[in-house]
Structure formats: C-alpha cells, structure tokens
C-alpha cells in the first residue's frame, strides 16, 4: 500500500485544527478496486457548539461508505472531527458537511453519514445523509 501521501499517519501531531477549513482528509489507494465492500467508522464522541446558545453539543457519527479507488485515513479523519468542537453549526448542516467534505475527498461509490445528537429539551435529533442522493 502507498503511504507516502500521508503526513499525520506515523507522526506525532498534538496541535488539532481549529476548524474544518483548516483541517485535511487524506486517502490512500483502496486494496480492492472494483469490490463493492462496505466500511463503517463510528465516531461516539464528537462534538461542536451550538450555533444559538454557544453551548456544546455532543453527537455518535457514524460514516459508512462503499469506496472507489481512494480509503480515507483515519488518523486524518480523527483530526477533521476534532476540529468542529469550537464550532458553531446546526447538526444538520454538520452531518451534511462531513458528508460532502467526505465525498470530495476520496469520491466514494456509496456513502451515509449519521449523526445521533445529545437529547436538548428533551428532544433527540438523529440526522442521516446519503450519496449518491436516490
């Protein structure tokens, strides 16, 4: 497998992006080109800012996608979550953003991405985004 288009895999990195604009979804090539196989990444803690109150919302994201020619690292994916914890952004466009950011990154034959968000006034919200779009 090629690696030498990473930068965080095998290298110390402590300092986090400040936000998703900063941070960078790297890809490797996938092993089976061809193969429709699915890979599913759970992501339990992520979280971010509420856009009206500034408090913080938590969220279980989880990405499952049916790749093309390119994986997303995770290592890289892990940083690009981390960077939405200062930001302020309805959960809705979160789960639709990680989506397209995604999309644009390693170009996948499938992909859903959803978001289970903290319960707020006694109100849970789960948002679910797919592409191709049916």
Request: hydrophobic share 35%; with cysteine; glycine share 6%.
């Amino acid at each position: 497998m090629q690696t030498s288009d990473l930068t965080l895999l095998g290298h110390s990195e402590n300092r986090l992006p400040k936000s998703p604009d900063e941070a960078k979804l790297e890809t490797f090539p996938n092993c089976r080109p061809g193969r429709k196989f699915w890979i599913t990444l759970d992501c339990p803690e992520f979280s971010s800012l509420c856009p009206v109150t500034g408090q913080p919302d938590t969220a279980h994201l989880v990405i499952r996608y049916v790749p093309g020619e390119r994986c997303v690292e995770t290592k890289s994916l892990k940083f690009y979550m981390a960077s939405y914890r200062n930001l302020p952004a309805f959960n809705e466009e979160i789960v639709n953003r990680v989506l397209d950011d995604l999309v644009a990154a390693m170009e996948p034959v499938e992909i859903t991405v959803s978001g289970k968000f903290g319960a707020r006034g006694g109100i849970q919200l789960t948002c679910e985004a797919s592409h191709p779009e049916a």
